[in-house]
């Protein structure tokens, strides 16, 4: 049974590019949310994509955007890269509102 | 949205004590999740609270949910090495957006 899968691993961007992660749920799983974690902080919610459509969003900026496939599987998008954008995001899934969320070992961006 | 804080923001024990973290909200919550982030790793699901003055345990862990709510803990019993890590709570609005906390990270010395 695969967990969360979650691709590149690590990724190197330059200031102002574009940048898409992606996210495979744990099977059985359909919904996705996506976090961003900086060094030494909790994990901050972006948004959460349930039957393809975006159904909570945290305080993330418009250049966040992303998008959820008939099969569970989900996209973050990054438009406009800053530096502040440098961060481990996160995917995690559940059943619907179902208990806990299952992560995947992230993706770590670095913006130069 | 909701905001909590934990603390302490570090906690440094002897093999062997005990270690507790503590989670405050100023607002009610639904319920609470807790989760444990190893050095390097993501963070995994512990338990999740939602009765008011909850009670659960897990062989050395214990967790409780405040009367009114708003607050919770995690306390481990007699730590182990395999213990440290980030212990992060994280209350679920009604909606199903979960908020971090900025955790714990407990360090075991051996």
């Known amino acids: 049974d695969a967990g969360v899968t979650q691709s590149p691993t690590h990724l190197i961007k330059t200031r102002g590019q574009q940048v898409t992660l992606r996210c495979s749920p744990k099977?059985?799983?359909?919904?996705v949310s996506w976090y961003q974690q900086a060094l030494g902080q909790g994990p901050q919610f972006i948004f959460q994509?349930?039957?393809?459509?975006?159904?909570q969003r945290g305080n993330f900026p418009d250049r966040f955007s992303g998008h959820q496939f008939p099969n569970y599987s989900s996209e973050l998008n990054v438009n406009a890269l800053l530096l502040g954008d440098s961060a481990l995001y996160l995917c995690?899934?559940?059943?619907?509102?179902?208990?806990?969320?299952?992560f995947g070992s992230g993706t770590r961006l670095t913006v130069v | 949205g909701q905001q909590v804080m934990q603390i302490p923001q570090y906690q440094h024990v002897q093999e062997g004590e005990d270690f507790t973290t503590y989670c405050n909200s100023s607002?009610?919550?639904?319920?609470i999740q807790w989760y444990k982030q190893r050095p390097g790793g993501h963070p995994v699901f512990l338990i999740q609270?939602?009765?008011?003055?909850e009670v659960k345990k897990q062989k050395r862990l214990t967790f409780q949910f405040g009367e009114a709510k708003k607050n919770s803990s995690l306390h481990i019993t007699a730590t182990q090495t395999t213990d440290v890590g980030t212990y992060f709570c994280?209350?679920?609005?009604?909606?199903?957006?979960?908020?971090f906390g900025d955790g714990t990270t407990l360090t075991v010395k051996p």
């Open positions: 099977s059985g799983h359909d919904t």
């Open positions: 995690a899934s559940s059943l619907g509102q179902g208990i806990g969320y299952t």
């Open positions: 994280a209350p679920n609005t009604n909606a199903g957006k979960s908020t």
């Open positions: 994509y349930y039957e393809e459509e975006e159904r």
């Open positions: 607002t009610t919550l639904s319920n």
């Open positions: 609270l939602v009765k008011s003055g």
